[in-house]
């Protein structure tokens, strides 16, 4: 199956870009930057996968159109669409200013839906198809000096919900992961303070790796989560517990 990642350059979306490849995949690799994508693309084909790499800011609609177009015409339709592309950016919350609020949400949020709009059509024609969202655990919890961040995500765990609600009849299956903190250079950029006083919460007193939320990923890509539809998995070393 032809499954598109965005936000796959680096992190957990190269993660979850490479196991896909390594589970038989297609894999359009989206990234802000062509170099990044290329980058993992050609690591998933010198394993013996196939790869191509696409450059689009998931939050312009007219730069996700015309991506989705050159998909289609090298790849076709993506049965998998994986929303992972996102950034992180700390401040308290009296000093987010509002083109970083509007930012925040622009990536994760209106790119989640721009996304899933061009994408859910041909799924809904072939009468299946599979749509992860990433969120946060965050977006459950909240944290401090990351309420817009936090906010963005918890915005992504509601849409996950209300798009399987509608869509899971019609042979979609919609879910979201939301990792806890993960080593990558998105959790890397925080401050070392926060990263000292989260890990001294997590019962587990570690950081989750990118490989690690790659299997969950994988795991709700395959015929094994038939089930799970509107679930919101949590590899968060323990920070949530439902």
């Given at each position: 199956?032809?499954?598109?990642?965005?936000?796959?350059?680096?992190?957990?979306?190269?993660?979850?870009?490479?196991?896909?490849?390594?589970?038989?995949?297609?894999?359009?690799?989206?990234?802000?930057?062509?170099?990044?994508?290329?980058?993992?693309?050609?690591?998933?084909?010198?394993?013996?996968?196939?790869?191509?790499?696409?450059?689009?800011?998931?939050?312009?609609?007219?730069?996700?159109?015309?991506?989705?177009?050159?998909?289609?015409?090298?790849?076709?339709?993506?049965?998998?669409?994986?929303?992972?592309?996102?950034?992180?950016?700390?401040?308290?919350?009296?000093?987010?200013?509002?083109?970083?609020?509007?930012?925040?949400?622009?990536?994760?949020?209106?790119?989640?839906?721009?996304?899933?709009?061009?994408?859910?059509?041909?799924?809904?024609?072939?009468?299946?198809?599979?749509?992860?969202?990433?969120?946060?655990?965050?977006?459950?919890?909240?944290?401090?000096?990351?309420?817009?961040?936090?906010?963005?995500?918890?915005?992504?765990?509601?849409?996950?919900?209300?798009?399987?609600?509608?869509?899971?009849?019609?042979?979609?299956?919609?879910?979201?992961?939301?990792?806890?903190?993960?080593?990558?250079?998105?959790?890397?950029?925080?401050?070392?303070?926060w990263k000292a006083a989260?890990?001294?919460?997590?019962?587990?007193?570690?950081?989750?790796?990118?490989?690690?939320?790659?299997?969950?990923?994988?795991?709700?890509?395959?015929?094994d989560a038939a089930l799970?539809?509107?679930?919101?998995?949590?590899?968060?070393?323990?920070?949530?517990?439902?």
């Open positions: 199956m032809i499954a598109l990642v965005t936000g796959a350059g680096s992190g957990i979306g190269a993660a979850i870009a490479e196991r896909l490849g390594r589970e038989g995949h297609e894999v359009a690799v989206n990234d802000l930057h062509l170099d990044a994508a290329e980058t993992v693309a050609m690591r998933i084909r010198d394993a013996g996968g196939s790869a191509r790499a696409y450059a689009a800011d998931v939050s312009d609609e007219a730069m996700v159109n015309a991506m989705m177009e050159r998909v289609g015409a090298q790849m076709g339709a993506p049965g998998i669409l994986v929303n992972n592309a996102g950034f992180g950016h700390q401040a308290p919350f009296l000093e987010i200013e509002p083109a970083d609020f509007d930012r925040i949400f622009a990536v994760h949020v209106r790119g989640t839906y721009l996304m899933t709009r061009v994408c859910l059509p041909a799924m809904l024609a072939a009468g299946q198809g599979i749509i992860v969202n990433v969120a946060s655990q965050l977006g459950q919890i909240g944290g401090v000096e990351l309420a817009h961040y936090s906010g963005a995500k918890a915005a992504v765990i509601g849409m996950t919900k209300s798009l399987a609600r509608e869509v899971s009849g019609q042979g979609v299956r919609v879910n979201a992961v939301a990792p806890g903190p993960v080593n990558t250079p998105l959790v890397e950029a925080l401050s070392d303070e989260k890990r001294s919460e997590l019962p587990l007193g570690r950081f989750g790796e990118p490989a690690e939320i790659g299997g969950v990923v994988a795991f709700l890509c395959s015929d799970f539809v509107g679930q919101t998995l949590g590899p968060n070393s323990g920070d949530v517990m439902l």
